[in-house]
């Protein structure tokens, strides 16, 4: 009986995207801006954009999905009369779901350098005369846009249909109350609303385990799993608002999770924990909670994906591929163990709910070194090292320029100065050893050229030479934040360089320390 239900309800949603089908089609505009006037650029506004987009396509039934990124407010009107007229000229009943992920104010959405206010958005989206009309809001202070209406922040939609065959109407959901900053996070990168939402409509929301996720349980998942993870952000908690005008009989199903084009991932019952699914390349895509006494099931397109699960301290994780068509089931002995996770605001510099100090994906150093003398006879070489790397996932690539000098007795009676010019790539991989306390291991290749002069003490006789090198050398060491987002670090290295000298070529061992100060951008 259940396999029925979800075949029939995933046939609904298939049916109510096919051309010529009686049913309403459903068609989505969705919008993602990482840009605002005077504002701090986003990081995940247009990957949530993305991410929305996708999900509407493979398992919502949309068709077709229009998606702006980028783009300015006479770009989206002009979107919205695209679609009114289509409507029109079809003559045909849709459903029409607007998703937007940027910069907003308590005026309307900010698209670049210009603005879609909320009463222009709302009668945007009555104006095409959908049959219904869904609106989700991604934004800071975007409860403005359901608070003429009496939108209200409260766990649950609580749907009270009347007697018609169809749905009429409007439902506008917004990720924060007007008074509230939603917030990204580097850890998902994505906003924490539309991450949620994201996982809601992909199975995580199916608490009836119908293989069906109805607007209801959606809201339902986006606004506790919001609010859980940004109740100790330095923003504050995000309560999900939303303003509901609709008419209907039963539930209206967002997304159907058996599909054609569509695998299944089962997490079996007796699973229990916190629950990722990643891409090849490290991005979260779905995120839920077992409580280990059913079954849950996510769809995704077919292809290979990393599933993690955390319960308590332990962390493990595990490959699966899912085909087309087929169900997927993990299997717990398939898991194995791994070594632990952190916020943003949009815009802006935040904690975890742990506590910890956000991932920040640009770091950059300024630190005092001391290495050994690599020449015969030379002391000790002093000076600064200026280092920048960007996170890639598990890697850190960047760079770092250096100078070091010193100055000793050569032989013969020669008074030595000596100056060392270098430039080299970095690769490495950074792991947080404890809430303030981060442990790195790259791996660095360069050269550079040292500069030596030397006088005899009589000012006799002076030499000068200047040789190039290459160097390689690994780089361990720890950063102990302070004050975020500055840290304190020291380094250790070893490697060996390769010079010129008379008679030939050398490649003396050469090791160092650092210490100094580094900046998370």
Known sequence: MRRALRVLGALIVALSAAPGHAGPRRIAVVVG????????????????????AAVLEEIGGAAPVTVLLGRTAPELAAAFDAIGRSIRTQDQDATVIFFYSGHADEQGLLLGATRFGYPELKRALKGIRAQVAIAFIDA?????????????????????????????????????????????????????????LVSALRGAADDSGDGLVSLEEAYRYVYRRTLERTAATLAGPQHATYEMALRGRGQLILTGLERPETGVLTLPAGLGGEVFVRSPDGAVLAELRLDGQRRRQLAFPPRKY??????????????VVLTASSETVLAESQLRPLPLEAAAVKGAVLLDASGAPATKRTAAWLAYELKNGYLDGAGPLSGVRLGAVRNLGR???????????SHYDGTDGFDVTLHEVSASLL????LRAAAALDVFAAIEAGGGVVFQSARQL???????RKRPFFQYQGRVGAALQVVAPFSI?????????????????????VSGLELGLLIRL
């Open 33 to 52: 801006n990482n840009q605002a006037s005077s504002k701090p650029v986003l990081r995940y506004a247009e990957w949530d954009a993305r991410r929305v």
């Open 140 to 196: 800071c202070q975007s409860g403005g846009f359901v608070r003429s209406k009496g939108g209200r922040a409260v766990p649950a939609i609580n749907v009270a249909f009347g007697e018609e065959t169809s749905y009429r109407g409007h439902v506008f959901i917004s990720s924060s109350a007007a008074d509230e900053r939603s917030q990204e996070s580097d850890t998902i990168q994505a906003s924490f609303f539309t991450h949620y």
């Open 306 to 319: 990393e599933v993690r699960v955390r319960e308590g301290g332990v962390l493990r994780s595990a490959l």
């Open 395 to 405: 890697l850190e690539i960047g760079g770092v320029l250096g100078y070091a000098a």
């Open 427 to 430: 690769l490495g991989t950074r």
């Open 458 to 464: 009589d000012a006799v006789k002076s030499l000068q």
């Open 489 to 509: 670090i020291a380094a250790g290295r070893l490697g060996q360089l390769v010079v010129e000298r008379q008679g030939g070529v050398v490649a003396p061992m």
